[in-house]
């Protein structure tokens, strides 16, 4: 996919759309399951960490794909899954941080022990084109992506481009012209070597002090958008940020509840800022 969209066949592209879909309507994942009868064994209060004090839920503990119900530990699905997601454009395009993020949703269906948005719809606006993302836990349609009528997990990325549409969902893709604005077009060849898995390249990292191909200073660039989108959404409103000082702009509200509220004794690294 990174191959095809720099091979520019797709000419300028203005908008990319980026989706995750799942259907865990009404229920979710059951009420009635929090509790302060932990488990022998367990040491509760260092699990919980510096989040909230809560209740225990075997639930939260269960394994990692249930933390995406609780915000205190995931900042729910969207951070859960949009960084395999919008990855893709970041990297085929080398997006910088986007200016302004715009973000909508809520609990609105599911009613059960979790405390996550069910619907959440994000506007990023980067100098050159935008960036959507749709996430939804009550409707699992999968747009070009469906496949049948069963009810399940499904993703999908856009990029519309003037000469035609990619569309990919990781499995396969698809491009779509524009007329005949790719005739005579050919699918550039392979040039980005193949993953040799993320497990032996952490250890090759870690012999030869090299980077992974996945790094922090790339990441961030994935990172801070998704959790700049959970924020506006809490907040209502639209968020500009400023690339070149990393820092939200004009909104001291914003700007203090990006930085986490460490529980005591833990302290938040603020060197880190």
């Not at 454009?89 to 022990?113: F, M, N, R, T």
């Not at 012999?207 to 998704?226: F, L, M, R, W």
């Given at each position: 996919m990174v191959e095809l969209v720099r091979s520019g066949n797709l000419g300028d592209i203005g908008t990319i759309r980026t989706f995750f879909v799942m259907n865990e309507a009404p229920n979710g994942i059951g009420s009635g399951n929090n509790t302060m009868n932990i488990p022998k064994g367990l040491d509760w209060d260092m699990w919980v960490g510096p989040a909230p004090m809560q209740p225990f839920n075997p639930n939260l503990v269960k394994d990692a794909f249930y933390h995406c119900f609780w915000n205190d530990f995931s900042g729910g699905w969207t951070p859960g899954m949009a960084p395999h997601i919008t990855d893709l454009?970041?990297?085929?395009?080398?997006?910088?941080?986007?200016?302004?993020?715009?973000?909508?949703?809520?609990?609105?269906?599911?009613?059960?022990?979790s405390d996550v948005y069910d619907n959440h719809e994000v506007i990023w606006r980067y100098p050159n084109l935008t960036m959507t993302w749709m996430m939804s836990l009550t409707n699992s349609y999968g747009f070009d992506f469906l496949r049948g009528q069963e009810s399940r997990r499904r993703l999908g990325i856009y990029f519309h481009g003037v000469n035609g549409t990619l569309y990919t969902d990781y499995d396969s893709h698809k491009v779509l012209p524009e007329g005949n604005r790719m005739d005579g077009m050919e699918t550039p060849p392979p040039t980005i070597p193949p993953s040799p898995g993320h497990?032996?390249?952490?250890?090759?990292?870690?012999?030869?002090?090299?980077?992974?191909?996945?790094?922090?200073?790339?990441?961030?660039?994935?990172?801070?958008?998704?959790?700049?989108?959970?924020?506006?959404?809490?907040?209502?409103?639209?968020?500009?940020?400023?690339?070149?000082?990393?820092?939200?702009?004009?909104d001291e509200e914003a700007a203090l509840l990006a930085i986490p509220e460490y529980r005591d004794p833990w302290k938040f690294p603020a060197e880190y800022m």
């Open positions: 454009p970041i990297w085929a395009l080398d997006l910088d941080y986007p200016a302004e993020i715009s973000a909508i949703g809520g609990s609105y269906i599911i009613k059960d022990d497990e032996l390249e952490w250890v090759e990292c870690i012999k030869t002090g090299k980077q992974p191909s996945c790094n922090a200073e790339y990441h961030i660039k994935v990172d801070i958008p998704i959790q700049l989108s959970v924020l506006s959404m809490k907040l209502g409103r639209s968020i500009r940020f400023d690339p070149e000082t990393e820092r939200i702009v004009g």
